[in-house]
């Protein structure tokens, strides 16, 4: 193929879902020139697995990257129909925002966010190569044969990387929604000495509402008090839409089990690993054959399409057996299926070769996000995206990269699993995965990194004394209920805040979000308290940092599995050292009482 020269650019992003806009905006917003490619235009922030935005530790991540400067929350906000805070009924620490998303009014927002972006270009094209010398990234070549010379690069390929699309036995090579796969930068990679590995994720079937009887279903409406998702937004999103919820049954099973034979998952077609918290249904009956139903959501794709997602019931099954299937479900016997459902297999990176950074420790200024690291969700990719765009920039400035611990929250937590601990399985976030639920909130997320994306320079100064004054509100209330009788009382699960108004004739009028965080911070005082103090501990360890050069064979007592991955993984700290999977404590001593001697 003839190559052209198409001139320069900071950073190039390739890929433009979820990972890629935000790596591209912040990268941009920092004033960095930045070219984001996708292979279509039209594949923006697409949602090709469900249309919904956050869920049990995904919000958290949503408000995390809000806090940050991120764009996915004030998107959400204007494209989402339909909003339900989870686990209301449980503590504050794992309440968790879901919305449901106008599939492509997010795909129109985000698009045109990119567009309007000073210092961002948008540009259709495969990426299919890039180039390295000495080590450091150099250029990017695209499919049309445009040579752009480089700073830096985010890998944020999605499901589109050596992507295969699986129905029964239509197989072919494809990224999501039938649209083109990234061939040869696989190849690329391979040759460059990055270690890669196959991953596999489900997407479910979609059905006409028009041939779907409703009236079997039990329906579910969103919350009555909205919560956003972006601290920023003012006008409050309102419900425009309703989901429902119907169950598969014992005819659904056994049309399963009898053609699992026809099933890629078992009959060897499919090799890439799939999520373990999100499997197919196949999956679901053969693991539990005991169960006499699942759940299955139905929950529309937006506003101007009839079409339907049956979330949950997502499958490789021939397309025939598909239609089969379907038709077992209450409310959906007449249904007919718009998208069958597939399976997509695709290529990414072993995170253990990414530095907290999200850089990789094998080719300076190559950077990656989202699925490629490793990971599921279109949260998780966002969080990752922002963090690669960021260092990405701060690489090309000749800057110290910013690190988020686990300590700062969900994406610090996030990514130090996977560069830390590595991954067997698409990752997918959940808040059981932090030491720190309680302080870690998503209520309070504005609070822990507001100050970060401030100093980073993607949270306006304005902003930023906005968050300071709001809890200066809090600590003042705080105080005040101290001086009497009422901060007792609101201590005790049954007061509220606003059920205590008549014992209080003083209070001053706050806004919610204030008076939410004085009640949480009240009630559960103690364990705070307590979690604090653990914060404190292990901000000692995560501080000791660890020479990045060390030679860990040279080091007697510690074994050789754990100098192993000690060498491989290159941790930071003498934290993340402790976090290393085959690194026992006796391994840890022996390297203490080394680093006390140099």
């Known amino acids: 193929m003839r190559t052209y020269d198409a001139g320069k650019c900071d950073i190039a992003v390739i890929g433009a879902g979820h990972a890629g806009i935000e790596a591209a905006l912040a990268a941009a917003r920092l004033g960095l020139d930045t070219v984001c490619f996708t292979v279509s235009l039209d594949a923006v922030g697409n949602m090709p697995c469900n249309p919904a935005i956050g869920g049990t530790g995904k919000g958290h991540l949503v408000r995390e990257l809000d806090a940050l400067g991120g764009e996915m929350g004030r998107a959400a906000d204007q494209a989402c129909i339909q909003y339900r805070m989870l686990n209301r009924g449980k503590g504050p620490a794992v309440h968790s925002l879901r919305a449901q998303a106008d599939r492509r009014r997010y795909q129109e927002v985000m698009k045109h966010t990119l567009e309007l972006q000073e210092h961002l270009r948008l540009k259709q094209g495969e990426v299919v190569s890039i180039g390295v010398e000495n080590g450091h990234v150099t250029s990017v070549t695209t499919d049309k044969g445009a040579v752009y010379e480089v700073g830096a690069v985010v890998i944020a390929s999605g499901t589109y990387l050596g992507g295969r699309a699986v129905t029964g036995e239509a197989v072919r090579d494809s990224g999501p929604d039938g649209l083109a796969a990234a061939l040869p930068l696989t190849d690329c990679l391979c040759s460059l000495g990055l270690s890669l590995r196959r991953f596999k994720t489900g997407t479910p079937p979609r059905v006409n509402a028009r041939t779907v009887d409703f009236s079997q279903m039990q329906i579910q409406y969103g919350d009555e008090d909205i919560e956003p998702f972006s601290f920023l937004t003012e006008k409050m999103p309102r419900n425009q839409a309703v989901c429902w919820l119907t169950y598969t049954n014992a005819e659904t099973h056994r049309i399963i089990r009898e053609n699992l034979n026809r099933s890629p998952l078992y009959s060897g077609v499919i090799h890439g690993v799939g999520p373990r918290y999100c499997p197919s249904i196949e999956t679901k009956i053969v693991t539990f054959p005991d169960k006499e139903r699942h759940q299955l959501f139905i929950e529309p794709m937006g506003l101007n399409t009839e079409e339907l997602y049956i979330q949950g019931f997502s499958s490789s099954l021939p397309e025939d057996v598909q239609v089969a299937m379907v038709h077992t479900l209450p409310g959906l016997e007449q249904a007919e299926i718009t998208r069958p459902a597939y399976a997509i297999e695709y290529d990414c990176i072993d995170p253990t070769e990414l530095y907290a950074s999200l850089e990789t ?65 698409p990752y997918r976030m959940m808040t059981s995965r932090s030491e720190y639920r309680l302080i870690h909130r998503q209520d ?26 709001k809890y200066a509100a809090v600590e003042a209330e705080i105080a ?36 939410q965080e004085v009640e949480i911070a009240v009630k559960y005082e103690g364990y705070i308290r307590r979690q604090l103090k653990e914060v404190e501990a292990f901000s000692k360890m995560e501080n000791r940092r660890i020479p990045p050069e060390l030679d860990y064979d040279a080091i007697p007592g510690i074994r050789t599995e754990a100098k192993q991955k000690l060498s491989a993984i290159r941790p930071a700290s003498f934290g993340q050292a402790g976090r290393i999977s085959g690194v026992s404590p006796a391994d840890l001593t022996a390297l203490m009482i080394w680093l006390e001697k140099i």
């Not at 699960?493 to 008076?515: H, K």
């Open 444 to 469: 309070n997320a504005d609070e822990r990194l507001t100050r970060i994306g401030y100093e980073v320079g993607l949270v306006s100064e304005a902003r930023y004394r906005a968050v300071q004054e």
């Open 480 to 515: 005040r209920l101290k001086k009497n009788h009422v901060y007792e009382l609101l201590k005790r699960p049954e007061n509220t805040y606003a059920a205590l108004a008549d014992c209080d004739p003083d209070r001053p009028s706050l806004p919610r979000a204030v008076i």
């Open 361 to 425: 420790k094998k080719i300076a200024g190559l950077f990656g996000a989202g699925q490629f690291n490793g990971s599921s969700g279109y949260e998780e990719a966002a969080a990752q995206g922002w963090v690669a765009g960021v260092n990405a920039a701060r690489h090309v400035r000749g800057q110290e990269p910013v690190i988020l611990k686990r300590s700062d929250g969900y994406i610090g937590t996030l990514i130090d699993d996977l560069v830390t601990k590595g991954t067997e399985e």
